[in-house]
């Protein structure tokens, strides 16, 4: 493992827009032992920047599975911290400080498409079904356009857009944010914040210097890194996981309601729970009852599994 030394603060983050999944138990339980193995801290915030789902009853009962876990946290609600506050909603000035210095640098501008408009550029065989946007409203003339419009963040022309990094579980990473992205939104047509503005200044003001989470966010990683860097910010270290799937292959979402942790606190003690977490993730042989704090001393990221796990539970 790190050097003991070595001041690591890990996070977890979720949305409150419902009830934690298995996976995203998972996600938090991962998170919270790599940082504990490195002795480090561990904090929580709360990503409520979607004001039509985000509910404060989910976040109050993120926190208590969280609780009954085992999964104490060092900064965030309910306990405090120097860098809150810990909801995104509250933090408003705070973002719009860090974009109007990207506008003054030249690095953002209005786009008045709509998602429709820019499905109808995608070749069926781009980017993998992603959505690359391919600058249409970039160079518009001032006054050429109005009405609503989302704001989004330039990346480099072709061949200057690549963005390296190790991953901490999956290893080298090399991505070209012109043709694997495009310019990408940091404020929404509503108003609204976009994750990866939110996301790139919390994690820098807070002292974050360690990401785990899914693989399926692993894309977004060199968009954050590059937007870090445009902002004067250090990029933390990101390690993404496998994801739990169901046993259809699919990967789980809030719609599996039958691994949600209402479901799952009335199956499963919280150590039964970590234990089956515990032993998907290679931790242990067999899915024994376990707490978290009994699991740190023999965490190592090579136990864990690079391919997608099928739950067991």
Known sequence: MNNKATKVKG???????????????????????????QGGTWLLRMEDIDPQRSRREFAELIMDDLEWLGLAWDEGPRVGGEYGPYVQSARGDIYGDCLRRLQEGGMVYPCYCTRADIMATQAPHESDGRVVYKGTCRNLPPGA???A?????????????????????????????????GDFIVRRRDGAWAYQLAVVVDDALMGVTEVVRGRDLLLSSPQQIYLARQLGFEPPRFTHLPLLCNAAGQRLSKRDRSM???????RYTANELIGRLAHMAGLQPEPAPVTPQQLVDSFRWNLVPRDDVIMAV
């Open 11 to 37: 996070r977890f983050a979720p949305s409150p827009t419902g009830r934690m999944h298995l996976g995203n138990v998972f996600s938090a339980l991962l998170s919270w032992l790599s940082a504990r193995a």
């Open 145 to 147: 356009r109005s009405g």
């Open 149 to 181: 419009a989302a704001l989004r963040m330039k990346v480099p022309g072709a061949g200057h857009g690549v963005v390296s990094f190790t991953d901490g579980h999956y290893g080298p990473q090399e991505v070209d944010l012109t043709t694997q992205c």
């Open 260 to 266: 949600d942790m209402g479901v799952l606190r009335t």
